[in-house]
C-alpha cells in the first residue's frame, strides 16, 4: 500500500494537471521556490504539514480531502480552480430541474456535486423580485489540460531522473506504483465527460464472493478449446499440418473499450437485451452448433443456466444471428446504463505511448504501462491494492471482453479460410495456414505476432 507522502505526491501532480499549473506556479502560491518544490515531488525532501495546508487552501478543499488520494481530490476541486477553455458539455444520466447559477461567492467554495448535470449558457440575471433558489449549481467539469500521454511520459522521466539513469531501477520504481498512477491517469481521463461514474456502488448478492478466499458466481467466458477431431486424427497418424500459435497483443488493453455499467446494478426478471445498458445476467446459453469453433463460453462443460458477462452476452446473440447456436434466454440480469466511452481517453492515452515505446525501443515505458493496464483491470475488483474503485462488475466485464475479443480473432481466421486448431487463455490462438493474409504482424495493437510454430502430427 502507498504511504501518506507517495498519495500526496501523486495527488499534487495530478491537481496541477486538471488546473494547468506549472511547479513555479504552485510553488509561489504556498511559499515555496519551485527546485523546493521539485525536491518534494521527486521525494528527496518531504511534504510537511504546513505545506499540506497551504496546498488544500490554495486548490480550495480541505486538508483532509487533498490527503484522501488523486481521485478524491479531484473531485473536491472547485470549479473557479478548473480552467474554462474548451469545456465540454455534460450530459445528465437523468433529467434534473434547471436551477439559477450560484451566487460567485459560494462558487469559488463549492466542491463538486456526485453527479453531473447539463451545462447551458449563462442565463439572464433574475429579477430582484425572484426568491433566491436553495439548489446550489453543479460546476462545469472541464477537459483536462494538455494530452494525458504526457502524464505517462512525465512520469517515466521523473522515475529515470530519480534513479540516476538506471533503468532497471527506475522501471521497477515504475511498476511499483503502476495501481496509483493509473487511477490518477483515469481521474485525469474522466474530467470533462459525459458521465459521473459510481466508484463505490453497492456490491450485487450475485457478485460477492461465496468465501474470503474464493469467487463469486460470474463466468467469464475464459476459453481453453483444441479441435478435437483434428487432434485424433493427428494421433492417430492421418494427418500432419504445420500450426503457428499467434499472440494477440496487449488483450486486456484493447478489452478497456468495451460497455461498462455506470451506476449501481438494479436487477430485472424476463427475456429482454436493452443494448443501453451493461451488466451481469442469467442465461440459459443454449445448444453451440459449430464443432469447428469455440464457443464464446469458453471452458464451461457443465450444462444448464450460468451468470456471464455483457460481453459474453452480446456474442453469444451474434452468434445465434450468424446461425452458430441457438439464441441464448435471458432469466435475470443485474444492470445498469452503460458507455461504451468510460475508458477511451485513459486507453487511447496508454496505445500512444505504448506505440511510442515499441518504435523507440523503450522497454521501460512498455513494461510501465503494460503494468499500469494489467494492474487497473485486476484490482478494481475488491482488491486491498486499490482503495479508489471497487468495481467487480467492470473487472469481469473487461476480462470477459479480453476473451471475446479473442473468439473474435477466432472466427475471422476461420472465415478466411484457415484452420482454427486452438484457442486458450487471454491472448492465443493456434492457426493451420497462411495467416499473414489474414492479419497484420507486429507489436501494435491490431497486430498480432508469432509465438511458436510446430506440426500437428509431427513429433510435437
Known amino acids: 500500500m502507498m504511504s501518506t507522502e507517495e498519495t500526496l505526491r501523486l495527488t499534487v501532480a495530478a491537481l496541477m494537471q486538471l488546473t494547468r499549473e506549472r511547479q513555479p506556479d504552485v510553488a509561489a502560491a504556498i511559499g515555496l521556490t ?12 518531504a511534504w510537511t504539514l504546513t505545506d499540506c495546508d497551504r496546498l488544500a487552501a490554495h486548490w480550495g478543499m480541505s486538508t ?13 476541486l472547485p470549479a473557479a480552480r478548473r480552467p474554462t477553455a474548451d469545456a465540454q458539455t455534460a450530459v445528465p444520466l437523468a433529467p434534473s430541474a434547471p436551477a439559477p447559477p450560484a451566487p460567485r461567492s459560494a462558487a469559488l467554495t463549492a466542491t463538486p456535486a456526485p453527479a453531473e448535470t447539463a451545462s447551458a449558457p449563462a442565463p439572464a440575471p433574475a ?37 540516476g539513469g538506471d533503468t532497471d531501477a527506475a522501471q521497477a520504481a515504475l511498476i511499483k506504483r503502476a495501481v496509483p498512477d493509473v487511477m490518477a491517469l483515469f481521474a485525469a481521463s474522466r ?46 497418424g492421418h494427418i500432419t499440418m504445420d500450426v503457428t500459435a499467434l499472440d494477440m497483443n ?24 436493452d443494448p443501453k445498458r451493461s451488466g451481469v445476467h442469467l442465461v440459459d446459453p443454449g445448444e453451440w452448433t459449430t464443432p469447428d469453433l469455440p464457443s464464446p463460453l469458453g471452458s464451461r462443460q457443465e450444462p444448464g443456466p450460468l451468470w456471464i458477462t455483457e460481453p459474453t452476452l452480446r456474442a453469444l446473440i451474434r452468434c445465434a444471428g450468424m446461425d452458430l447456436c441457438s439464441r441464448p434466454k435471458i432469466m435475470e440480469s443485474w444492470t445498469s446504463g452503460a458507455s461504451e466511452g468510460l475508458l477511451e481517453k485513459m486507453r487511447r492515452a496508454l496505445v500512444t505511448v505504448r506505440d511510442e515505446a515499441i518504435v523507440n525501443g523503450d522497454e521501460v515505458t512498455t513494461e510501465y504501462v503494460k503494468s499500469m493496464y494489467s494492474k487497473f483491470v485486476s484490482t478494481i475488483g475488491e482488491s486491498a491494492a486499490n482503495r479508489e474503485i471497487r468495481r ?61 510454430m510446430y506440426t500437428l502430427g509431427g513429433d510435437e
Not at 519551485?34 to 525532501?45: A, C, H, T
Not at 483532509?64 to 479531484?74: E, F, K, S, Y
Not at 496487449?250 to 437485451?273: M, R
Open 64 to 76: 483532509l480531502d487533498l490527503l484522501a488520494g488523486p481521485t478524491h481530490a479531484a473531485g473536491c
Open 191 to 236: 474530467v470533462g465527460g459525459r458521465y459521473e461514474h459510481s466508484e463505490f456502488p453497492p456490491t450485487a448478492g450475485i457478485l460477492q464472493k461465496r468465501s474470503q478466499k474464493g469467487a463469486d458466481s460470474i463466468w467469464e467466458g475464459r476459453p481453453k478449446w483444441r479441435a478435437a477431431d483434428l487432434h485424433r486424427a493427428a494421433r492417430a
Open 127 to 163: 429579477p430582484a423580485a425572484a426568491a433566491p433558489s436553495s439548489v446550489p449549481r453543479t460546476p462545469r467539469r472541464a477537459v483536462p489540460a494538455g494530452p494525458l500521454p504526457d502524464l505517462i511520459r512525465d512520469r517515466v522521466a521523473a522515475a529515470l531522473t530519480e534513479a
Open 34 to 45: 519551485q527546485p523546493q518544490l521539485s525536491r518534494r515531488q521527486s521525494g528527496k525532501s
Open 250 to 273: 496487449a488483450a486486456y488493453l484493447a478489452a478497456l473499450k468495451t460497455w461498462l455499467p455506470i451506476g449501481k446494478l438494479t436487477h430485472s426478471e424476463g427475456d429482454h437485451h
Open 392 to 452: 467487480p462488475d467492470w473487472m469481469h466485464i473487461i476480462r470477459s471482453q479480453a476473451f471475446v475479443n479473442l473468439w473474435l480473432k477466432a472466427y475471422k481466421a476461420h472465415r478466411a479460410g484457415l484452420t482454427v486448431v486452438q484457442v486458450s487463455g487471454t491472448d492465443e490462438l493456434h492457426v493451420a495456414g497462411d495467416w499473414r493474409e489474414v492479419f497484420p504482424e507486429g507489436r501494435g495493437l491490431s497486430q498480432v505476432k508469432a509465438k511458436s
